[in-house]
């Protein structure tokens, strides 16, 4: 061990979910380390067969999600050097996904809900000039990087298994993009309501905490949806002056 480097100790899952359990590897780590770099060392001196996903190495792909110390994180932007000393450090697999080996889990569920989305549907004949405004106000939501860390600490998903009733805040800031978007014409609200389940959300902004990119899920995506279902189902003037003008529009349909 160099004179800079210290010990530390990491206790990773091992197997599957039903047949697992952690093992420790001792890692020598200098300054700078990020979790990664030990998982890698501990792959290549001690467990060729471990099981982990990782990509780019730089924050951007969102391959290597995990949990450490019980916190959804990636590894290549958790420091050693952050985490508490002189405890054995814990990684484990995503809990709100099943397991398949090791660190690595079947996060294919969220793609299959993403399907359910309807397309961006401009008009045939949009002008696609934009105020810097209106850019910006959707601009934030495609930082997303996928890494799912939201939707594996959103409770809703993880403590109550909701899956076939939420689609989560991963789900629900797409949704905001399009929604937000002043070219798009499809009316989604009534989707957002009834299919996304936005209404099982109760904004405890625990997605927030732990997004790599920063993205203000909560405060700039899930609040102006509920604020906007608010406006279109549950005010009383909103609500009626939505039936007055179904109703002219239906009788004026009717006119010979």
């Known amino acids: 061990m160099t004179e800079k480097a210290k010990k530390v100790v990491f206790s990773i899952f091992r197997g599957t979910p ?35 996903r990782c990509n780019c ?19 290549c932007k958790t420091r050693i050097n952050d985490l508490p000393a002189r405890k ?33 549907a401009p008009h045939k004949d949009t002008d696609w000039r934009m105020y810097q405004f209106e850019i910006n106000r959707i601009q934030e939501f495609r930082k997303c990087i996928e890494c799912f860390l939201c939707q594996d600490t959103c409770h809703v998903i993880r403590a109550h298994d909701k899956k076939n009733e939420y689609f989560g805040p991963r789900v629900l800031v797409r949704l905001a993009a399009l929604a937000m978007h002043p070219l798009d014409e499809l009316k989604r609200m009534q989707f957002i309501k009834e299919s996304a389940g936005i209404g099982l959300c109760n904004v405890t902004h625990c997605c927030n905490d732990v997004c790599p990119e920063k993205i203000k899920i909560t405060d700039n995506a899930i609040i102006p949806l509920k604020e906007r279902l608010a406006d279109l189902f549950y005010d009383p003037l909103l609500v009626f002056i939505h039936k007055i003008f179904k109703r002219n529009r239906a009788s004026q349909k009717c006119r010979p």
């Open 57 to 75: 190495s730089a924050g951007k792909c969102g391959s290597c999600s995990v949990e450490i110390n019980g916190i959804p994180k990636l590894m």
């Open 88 to 120: 054995p450090i814990i990684i484990g697999p995503l809990k709100s996904f099943p397991g398949i080996k090791d660190l690595v889990t079947d996060i294919s569920w969220n793609y299959e809900v993403n399907k359910k989305i309807p397309f961006f």
């Open 18 to 52: 039903e047949n697992g359990q952690y093992q420790q590897y001792p890692v020598e780590v200098v300054d700078g380390m990020v979790v990664l770099d030990a998982i890698l060392d501990i792959q290549a001196r001690y467990a060729p067969d471990l099981g982990v």
